[in-house]
């Protein structure tokens, strides 16, 4: 099972700390990512991070957002930094389908979703 939370209402230019709580499997053997899904797009990958903590950013996130994972605490997080109104969205955390040392890059390749946390940057 997974959980986010953290989201809310920020200003432009403002951060935000998302978590993603799992529970009920081996969390440190599993690739994990964040996607977004704003009103009327599909859902996109944000960015991922492996069992062993490599990252993989989508281009535009890169330099603004940071995934990182506790493996001891079974959380991982989304720091947000200088968030734009078209940041806006649900943001989902996923874990990958398959034990594996490799960065998860394609929403085929997990297998478990959160609920979404909504997260909205406006003034």
């Known amino acids: 099972q997974l959980v986010e939370t953290g989201g809310g209402l920020v200003q432009p230019g403002g951060s935000l700390k998302l978590s993603c709580a799992a529970s009920?499997?081996?969390?440190?053997?599993?690739?994990m990512g964040w996607f977004r899904q704003a009103l009327g797009k599909e859902r996109e990958m944000v960015a991922a991070?492996?069992?062993?903590?490599?990252?993989f950013y989508k281009d535009s996130m890169r330099g603004r957002f940071i995934i990182s994972r506790d493996n001891w605490k079974n959380i991982m997080y989304l720091q947000m930094n200088a968030l734009k109104p078209e940041d806006s969205a649900v943001y989902y955390c996923?874990?990958?389908?398959?034990?594996?040392?490799?960065?998860?890059?394609?929403?085929?390749?997990?297998?478990?979703w959160g609920q979404g946390t909504q997260v909205d940057v406006s003034s």
């Open positions: 996923a874990a990958a389908r398959r034990r594996s040392g490799l960065i998860p890059r394609d929403e085929t390749d997990f297998g478990s």
């Open positions: 009920g499997g081996t969390f440190s053997d599993y690739g």
């Open positions: 991070i492996s069992r062993d903590k490599n990252t």
